[in-house]
């Protein structure tokens, strides 16, 4: 099934600017204003807004709740040290260090000479599947153009390289083996391709130059989705240069060629040219949405666990390495508010994962093994329990599935109670979930103007040692 939409460009723009003008520019609201015949798709910030997909793939996805993300290329080889200086920030952007000296030959000649001896994508699958994530998003191209495929229309790959081989091919097998579901990065960008340019095209021939790199994204797209396994999810990236920003009709094209290919395939929005969300907005990048905002369509926040880089950095630079409260934390404001939470790792030249990493993804996943059900397959409980200026991830977050509600706490209350503001339905009873043996809890209410405050009560005065954080599970009454 290929989506369509009977609507021109010129339309929705219009529309976008004119519903937009009588929201108020800033306003990301969605102002439900719909469109005639689609009157499925609204306008939300100047994009497309569909309604959320109710297919079995898309429930999945968003079961799910939790993902890995994996930047790995001939980036991660320099580590972020150039003539033996850190430079700060990306390690995986490190290519316009060389660039900017003009020294890019120098790195693209890491491509001949990448060779990850230790590459064991099995032992990956499994550090992967003990973190109690559902699904990656494994980084196929980066924006410099190198394929950890082997690519028919390219040689600079895995396959052209010392290493010979395919990376991806045995990793998707391994996470197949594993149940993980896969989802493929696929960067616009490419720093590569002599037909990529990130200029505005002004010129026919601009354009008819452009279209052969088109045609080779194309060309790899279908290479990736068809000769990988049961792929669930692209995740384009970089979209932001001139070339494509300006012209929305290729981003259509783009999106529309990959359902084409593979009907079913989710797709976040950085295939398009900011006019759409595609089937999910994945523009929460190392940061969460604003509490206040009700966002009415699937999101994702991607994160990192050093301060700022996704690629392998030798030497990380900023806050330091988040704790696995901090990790838990965020993932559980991400489940709170309906959105799925992408953790990234950054494997080491040689093939490894480092100590940093796997320490954070065994926690976490020790974690999940007690509290996953606090996670997935819940949904929003709707409950606004932590302060709104918050500090993302630090506070109590609640989620729901079935007659179970679940609060997650990255802080101990100063009290023995917790209230449930908000909570329609009647709390039946409650435990605090340990892995060894749960402590029971009360349900107690008092009557307020409002009505009647239910609350937790019966917590221990000192938080329970050894939990990374802290559930609460509330039985509900049938409703
Ligand atoms: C991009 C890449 O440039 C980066 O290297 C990494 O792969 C990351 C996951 O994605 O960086 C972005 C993309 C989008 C935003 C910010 C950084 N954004 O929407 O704010």
Redesign the pocket.
């Known amino acids: 099934m290929i989506h369509r939409f009977h609507l021109s460009l010129v339309h929705l723009f219009l529309t976008a600017s004119l519903v937009q003008s009588a929201a108020g520019a800033d306003t990301a609201a969605d102002t439900g204003k719909s469109l005639g015949d689609t009157s499925q798709v609204k306008i939300r910030d100047g994009r497309e807004l569909r309604p959320p997909r109710t297919d079995a793939a898309m429930e999945r996805w968003r079961d799910n709740r939790f993902g890995i993300f994996i930047?790995w290329g001939i980036f991660s080889m320099p580590g972020g040290v150039v003539d033996g200086k850190a430079v700060p920030g990306?390690a995986?952007?490190i290519w316009t260090s060389y660039a900017n000296k003009g020294r890019k030959a120098e790195y693209e000649s890491l491509a001949k000479e990448f060779d990850p001896v230790r590459y064991d994508p099995v032992a990956w699958a499994k550090a992967i599947k003990q973190s109690g994530a559902k699904y990656v998003v494994f980084v196929t191209k980066?924006?410099d153009g190198f394929c950890l495929f082997d690519s028919k229309l390219t040689d600079y790959d895995s396959a052209g390289s010392k290493h010979g081989k395919d990376i991806l091919k045995p990793f998707v097998d391994a996470v197949a083996a594993e149940g993980i579901d896969i989802g493929l990065y696929y960067s616009i960008i490419d720093w590569h391709h002599p037909n990529y340019t990130a200029k505005e095209l002004k010129t026919e021939a601009d354009h008819e130059s452009y279209r052969k790199y088109l045609d080779y994204m194309k060309g790899q797209l279908k290479e990736l989705l068809t000769g990988y396994g049961d792929v669930k999810l692209l995740w384009f990236?970089?979209r932001w240069d001139a070339s494509y920003k300006n012209n929305p009709q290729y981003g259509k094209d783009v999106e529309e060629f990959c359902r084409s290919v593979k009907p079913g395939i989710i797709i976040n929005d950085r295939v398009r040219a900011y006019d759409s969300f595609a089937d999910y907005d994945a523009?929460y990048?190392r940061r969460l949405p604003e509490p206040a905002k009700v966002l009415n369509l699937d999101w994702e926040c991607?994160m990192t666990m050093p301060e700022r880089t996704?690629g392998y950095h030798a030497d990380p630079d900023g806050a330091g390495w988040k704790t696995p409260r901090k990790i838990i934390g965020q993932m559980a404001e991400c489940a709170s508010r309906g959105g799925n939470f992408l953790l990234n790792i950054g494997p080491k030249p040689d093939g490894t994962i480092r100590d940093e990493e796997l320490q954070r993804l065994a926690a976490v996943g020790k974690w999940m093994d007690v509290h996953g059900s606090s996670i997935r397959p819940t949904r929003p409980a709707g409950l606004d329990l932590t302060n709104k200026n918050h500090e993302p991830g630090n506070g109590v977050f609640a989620t729901i599935h079935g007659d179970t509600l679940h609060l997650i706490l990255t802080q101990w209350p100063d009290t023995d109670r917790v209230f449930l503001t908000g909570l329609k339905r009647k709390a039946a009873s409650a435990e605090l979930v340990r892995a060894n043996g749960s402590i029971p809890l009360k349900v107690d209410a008092e009557s307020r103007k409002e009505g009647e405050m239910q609350f937790i009560t019966g917590l221990p005065m000192t938080p329970p040692e050894g939990e990374a954080a802290w559930e609460i599970r509330v039985k509900l009454q049938a409703p």
């Open positions: 930047h990306a995986e952007w980066h924006h990236d970089g523009s990048e991607c996704w």
